[in-house]
């Protein structure tokens, strides 16, 4: 294969291929968390709790997983990287909502299989939970 062509298929837009976490779908700024911390609605399952508010733009994600609560390292981002993975599948459910994925020590133990599940399962429950949410123009935050 020439070289131009090989370059062309690596330079995609990371958009396109759908294996990306880009920084306009992401909780990052400490007033973002705030807003969803001061008025949300909450699930959770097995040591896993999703709070969530409507705000705009489109569905956004954050994490807190205190390492208090899961001292490795290595299993902070592998409960992260599901997080990740599970919300992209669903971000096209989750209309307009910020949502900030907590974590508890016992989902540590659980196997991949277990948290895609659970996650499933929280998507479900929050959808439901939060579709007669109010817009964020409409929440004061005071």
């Known amino acids: ?6 370059g062309s298929q690596l330079n995609c837009p990371k958009s396109l291929n759908g294996n990306s976490f880009p ?3 992401r909780l990052l700024k400490r007033a973002e968390f705030q807003s969803v911390f001061n008025q949300h609605q909450s699930v959770q399952a097995r040591g896993i709790r999703l709070l969530a508010r409507s705000g705009e733009p489109g569905p956004k994600l954050g994490f807190v997983i205190a390492k208090k609560q899961i001292r490795m390292a290595v299993q902070r981002n592998r409960i992260k990287r599901l997080g990740r993975e599970s ?3 669903n971000q096209q459910k989750l209309g307009s909502l910020h949502i900030i994925i907590m ?8 196997s991949n299989q277990e948290i895609h599940t659970i996650f499933d399962t929280l998507w479900n ?5 939060c579709k007669d949410l109010p817009s964020d123009s409409s929440i004061s935050t005071g």
């Open 1 to 6: 294969m020439p070289r131009e062509e090989r």
């Open 23 to 25: 920084r306009e779908i």
């Open 125 to 129: 429950k929050l959808i439901e939970k």
């Open 103 to 110: 974590a508890r020590g016992r989902v540590a133990q659980l």
């Open 87 to 89: 919300f992209r599948l």
